[in-house]
């Protein structure tokens, strides 16, 4: 999990990130590699020094801001989740939502099947007021779209917006010129119809928030996955619990 400040990391496990990512074009996962540094100058804030005991990127995760849910996929895909009404402004920002996004997906590439088959990002828009729309700052959100789409090596297989309200709508379409046209089309919204996000994500894998069997999501296992993360030096190899 360790980035190494002004050296280029090239060693083959860290490069297949790239190539995984951008489907083995050696042409695409090159100007990924490429943006992926110039990100890296650019938000060293952002990009340094993550660690799990930050104060407000624990609470973050800890509010599902991401979570990652347990259950794999039936294509053993892992899912990352946004519990986006957790967010509390007052206690903390998008900022560390963002931490805690990239400190969560630098474990998750160390898992091959993850490098290999991608992840599927579930976004629960459920109690989302204006008042915490209004919170979101267009250029923190262009970031994070960009930084995701373009620098950063891994491959979202799709991104599903679940009880989006209609400033959410608004938002996302705004956001979806930056994004390359593959990976608009990879963006679904149910609305409040879960039956048609069960049809691609089985209720037996998800949280009961996401009308699942799996009782209420608990933030303390990715936590504790994390936590283990930072004392240990993990197989590059390993699945991930």
């Not at 991104?159 to 994004?179: G, N, T």
């Not at 209720?203 to 933030?219: K, W």
Request: one cysteine or more; hydrophobic letters at 40%.
């Amino acid at each position: 999990m360790h980035i190494f400040v002004g050296t280029l990391q090239t060693d083959d496990e860290f490069l297949m990130r790239f190539l995984r990512a951008r489907k083995l074009c050696v042409k695409d996962a090159l100007e990924v590699y490429e943006n992926y540094y110039r990100f890296l100058h650019r938000n060293r804030e952002l990009c340094f020094g993550l660690k799990i005991d930050d104060a407000e990127i624990k609470q973050a995760l800890e509010d599902g801001l991401p979570g990652v849910i347990q259950r794999r996929d039936s294509r053993g895909r892992r899912i990352m989740v946004l519990f986006a009404a957790q967010w509390d402004p007052s206690r903390y920002s998008i900022s560390a939502i963002h931490k805690a996004l990239y400190l969560s997906l630098n474990l998750l590439l160390q898992d091959c099947v993850v490098r290999e088959r991608g992840l599927i990002l579930v976004i629960d828009w459920s109690q989302f007021s204006f008042q915490q729309c209004s919170k979101l700052q267009p250029a923190a959100l262009r970031e994070i779209a960009e930084g995701l789409e373009y620098c950063y090596p891994v491959r979202f297989k799709s991104i599903h917006c679940v009880a989006q309200p209609w400033y959410i709508e608004a938002a996302v379409s705004l956001l979806k010129p930056f994004l390359r046209g593959t990976s608009r089309g990879k963006i679904f919204s149910h609305g409040n119809n879960l039956s048609s996000l069960h049809q691609i994500l089985s209720r037996e894998i998800l949280p009961a928030e996401l009308g699942g069997e799996q009782g209420p999501y608990q933030s303390s296992l990715w936590i504790d996955n994390l936590i283990r993360a930072s004392h240990d030096t993990p197989d590059r190899n390993q699945s991930i619990d």
